[in-house]
Nanobody, 122 residues
Framework: VQLQAFGGGLVQAGDSLRLSCVTS????????VGWFRQAPGKEREFVAR????????DYADSLRDRFTISRDNAKNTVYLQMNSLKPEDTAVYYC????????????????WGQGTLVTVSS
């Protein structure tokens, strides 16, 4: 199982950024992929998730208006488009795999990738 997040960086408030989560191995045949984030001194929180088959999406209520998750099945890649970024969006962003439908239903990712740092300056 391999998954790697890319695309983080330093941006200014109001900018947009797109993160990519590239999967391979068993991660590519999983049920779905989610994005999570952890800000300094805070607990990790759910951002969004998407299923591979029908593209069902779920979002954290506070982010659904600015963030969009999508997938490219041919590339085994999931994206997180982040618009109108705010300093409070500063965090390490992780992607994680729900290996089977049960994990999806329980909202318990099975495998985690290494994160990518997003820093939003004011």
């Amino acid at each position: 199982v391999q998954l790697q997040a890319f695309g983080g960086g330093l941006v200014q408030a109001g900018d947009s950024l797109r993160l990519s989560c590239v999967t391979s191995g068993r991660a590519s045949s999983s049920y779905g992929v989610g994005w999570f984030r952890q800000a300094p001194g805070k607990e990790r929180e759910f951002v969004a998730r998407i299923s591979w088959n029908i593209g069902r999406t779920d979002y954290a209520d506070s982010l659904r208006d600015r963030f969009t998750i999508s997938r490219d099945n041919a590339k085994n890649t999931v994206y997180l488009q982040m618009n109108s970024l705010k300093p409070e969006d500063t965090a390490v962003y992780y992607c994680a795999v729900y290996s089977q439908s049960g994990a999806w239903v329980r909202s318990e990712p099975t495998y985690w990738g290494q994160g990518t740092l997003v820093t939003v300056s004011s």
